[in-house]
């Protein structure tokens, strides 16, 4: 995921038993290194879930605004085999002033035991004045030396530190978790307990990016973009209120 504005960037459970079968939680201390090495077994993952902070469930959307500017995140039927494991397709629909700028699929997993949401591959089509420009941003675990990232811990914490895409030369987003009680204001509703990271990437010193998890929502905020509308557009609902299809 990346941002809509220009020269920006893109856009544990059960923890006992997960020791035993020699699989680790994403997890370590503040100030490490960041962590690049994730557990990608196919065995463990999934391409159906739910982490506390994001829902990989086909038909669950996501909106968000801020003025001209509109994403849409939807969670695809669409299953693809990358790099051994069966992930599934989050479409991301940005526009301003309805017009389209940018188009992508993001392709994530999550792990059965852990619940970290880890992605795959991104394949992006960049458009200006409606016509479609370059592919920019597209990526794939597993070819040309790109790797598996961590989106979202299944137990965040306050300093984890985590890439989230890995393939050089195109993409090297990592993430930072700064808050995991913020209180999130939106036009769909106010969220409490929310997850706060702060990405960066060695690619684009000096740069960073805010972004806001909802506890059962998923995101709620991207820079100054805020939910408007979330739900599954089959008319079900998240098991919260207020904001839905």
């Not at 503040?30 to 086909?58: K, M, V």
């Not at 997993?109 to 619940?115: F, P, V």
Request: proline share 6%; hydrophobic share 35%; glycine share 12%.
């Amino acid at each position: 995921m990346r941002s809509t504005q220009p020269g920006l960037l893109k856009a544990s459970l059960g923890l006992v038993a997960l020791l035993a079968c020699g699989a680790a939680p994403a997890t370590n201390a503040p100030g490490e290194p960041w962590a690049t090495d994730f557990a990608t077994d196919p065995s463990q993952l999934s391409a159906t879930g739910r982490n506390p902070h994001f829902i990989l469930e086909p038909g669950y959307q996501i909106v968000l605004e801020e003025g001209p500017s509109r994403m849409e995140v939807t969670v695809l039927a669409e299953t693809r085999v990358v790099g051994g494991v069966e992930t599934r397709a989050v479409e991301e629909r940005e526009t301003f002033k309805g017009q389209v700028t940018e188009l992508s699929k993001n392709y994530y997993a999550i792990h059965k035991q852990t619940l970290d949401v880890l992605q795959f591959g991104e394949e992006v089509s960049n458009f200006r004045n409606g016509k479609l420009v370059n592919n920019a941003g597209t990526w794939m675990a597993g070819v040309k030396k790109a790797r598996a990232g961590l989106l979202l811990p299944g137990k965040a914490r306050v300093g984890y530190r985590y890439y989230q895409e890995q393939a050089p030369g195109v993409t090297m987003d990592r993430a930072e978790i700064v808050s995991t009680s913020t209180s999130q204001k939106t036009p769909a509703g106010t969220f409490e307990n929310c997850v706060r990271t702060q990405v960066t990437s060695p690619m684009s010193p000096g740069e960073k990016e805010y972004r806001c998890y909802a506890p059962g929502i998923g995101l709620v905020k991207f820079e100054s973009m805020l939910l408007v509308k979330y739900g599954f557009q089959d008319g079900s609902n998240t098991g919260k209120t207020g904001g839905g299809f």
